[in-house]
């Protein structure tokens, strides 16, 4: 059986770290230590610190996109509950955490995008690729009628998403589910309302 | 002439560093040097890093307070109107740092509240008495017909602030206006939409 690389075990650890004390408040030390590997095997696998947290960004954002496909690519439900379906299901994870975690996409669009051009640029492409399927779904509730057709669906969908890191934002002060029913309960009466 | 307190000129460096890399990514060795200041300086002001956050988040609350009376307590204005006035003061204020920066009270509620109890209480305090005003507003915008009633006035202000959150988050990774500009457009159309 092979044996579980280090590399794998680094990344989790630098997960888990850059959740807890961010992008700028963690070091490689740090990293090392919490993955019980050497300093020096951190700089056999990674460049630098900021090439690491590319790659903790990246591999959360798979995690993400498994989480995306989950919701929405069931066609059994119709659109607008698929929408809602992935609210829910991001609601169960955070309540697994204690609602004490939130994203690590916003935690370093609010704390890494301003010192890393290069966090700040995937982040960017993050955000685009992260909107395509929800602009899809969007765009079939309204083509079936189910929501209003004023906006534009990538529009909306980037609303959405930009407002959902806000309500978690919040929730992790109150750590407290309320900020993010809140969200839910009044998105999907107005901006997302079931037309009759 | 009275000096210029060592004390303001620390807390004012304080905020540009933690606006910067964050509460975790800066050291009290970070905001003496760049206030000029030698290191024991610090310590004769204040008790610990975190006593010391906990002035600079006050301090920059007190600031966006005054931003929020300037733009919802002039009575000449609707109350609607007042609401946006707030949006757009704030999106003025973020252009003229090119869009780099964003708020305070949001970085820290990602960045430090998981780790700061004391900063999680303080931003849970902030969050309460900054919806006020908003509430307030929202309230007399209800009892005029300005806006529906479907939602108390109290969780509409949560909404909006939260939300906002989540609009400069995006505006950081951007570096553009588009999430404030999309934000205030869809919100004001559907959430706060004026009704005839």
Chains 1, 2 share one sequence.
Not at 155 to 177: I, P
């Amino acid at each position: 059986m092979p044996k579980p690389s280090l590399r794998e075990t680094i990344l989790d650890a630098g997960l888990k770290a850059m959740f807890r004390t961010g992008y700028h408040g963690t070091s490689v030390r740090d990293v090392t230590a919490a993955a019980g590997a050497p300093q020096g095997s951190f700089t056999n696998h990674f460049r630098s610190k900021e090439a690491f947290a590319s790659e903790v960004l990246d591999r959360y954002f798979l995690y993400v996109r498994g989480l995306v496909a989950e919701a929405l690519d069931d066609r059994s439900a119709p659109p607008r509950a698929r929408l809602r379906r992935y609210l829910d299901l991001i609601t169960g994870k955070l309540a697994n955490d204690g609602f004490t975690r939130g994203c690590l996409i916003g935690d370093f669009s609010l704390e890494a995008s301003g010192s890393s051009e290069l966090l700040r640029e995937q982040l960017d492409a993050i955000f685009r690729e992260w909107r395509v399927p929800f602009a899809a779904c969007i765009a079939e509730a309204q083509a079936k009628g189910e929501i209003a057709s004023d906006f534009d669906a990538d529009e909306l969908a980037d609303f959405l998403l930009a407002s959902w890191q806000g309500a978690m934002l919040r929730m992790k002060v109150e750590r407290s589910e309320a900020a993010l029913a809140r969200f839910k309960t009044i998105a999907f009466q107005t901006v997302f309302k079931e037309l009759p």
